[in-house]
């Protein structure tokens, strides 16, 4: 890293606690449709409102044993796992990134793909809004490549959203029932845009991986097998696997 990019760099980690409580904050209201900078935070369990001593990333919940100061209901501990996530990432592309611009757009498609990950983790939804995020960065991400550009960014999108689309209409003629949402084409056209077309059947074998092993771990815990209707949240997956190949 030039020297002049450590400030950047140091900027990044440094809010990235915050950022990954306002991912929380999305992962939760989005998919209720709950307005997301005019509602200040509160207690979902009391309702009460948070003061700014209740809100400091990870730290706040340390010093508060994990419970509501009013109420005493435990924070919900996907909240800290998202703080503690999006700080992950923001360390991991400012040593695996070198300059600025990449660096900076990386880390926003791995935040925005952490609350994709854990949106269709916890609700089996992947919202429009964070999908169109996604491929907003992700485009950022292919125009300031000077080995891509608008185009291939472009391209890749629709390979992206087109074969997940051709997939979902597949499934849906063979079995009868939807296997793939419309939401995983949105996410397909965004990761398609931040990895490249090149790297879509690497992504997507990646994630096929992530799941039959998670479904492996569960039917061993479980010991019996999956059902084929067991609804999977493949968006997780993609999400997961997409994040290796951003920064890699
Ligand atoms: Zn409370």
Known sequence: MAQADWPWALLLILISPAVGSFLGVLVDRLVVG?????RPSSCAACGARLAWRDMVPVLSALALG???RGCGAPIPGHLIRIELVATL??????ALVPCVVPMWLSCACLWCLTALFYSDLLHMRLPDRLTTALLVLGMALAVTDPGRGWAEGL????????SFWLLRVAYQALRGREGLGLGDVRLMAGIGAAVGWAELPAVTLLAALLALAVAGVEALEKKSLPRGDTRVPFGSY???AAAVFVVL
């Open 66 to 68: 994990f419970r509501c």
């Open 34 to 38: 709950l307005p997301v900078v005019a």
């Open 238 to 240: 993609l999400a997961a």
């Open 89 to 94: 990432v923001a360390l991991i592309s400012a």
């Open 155 to 162: 391209i890749s999108a629709a390979v992206g959203a087109g």
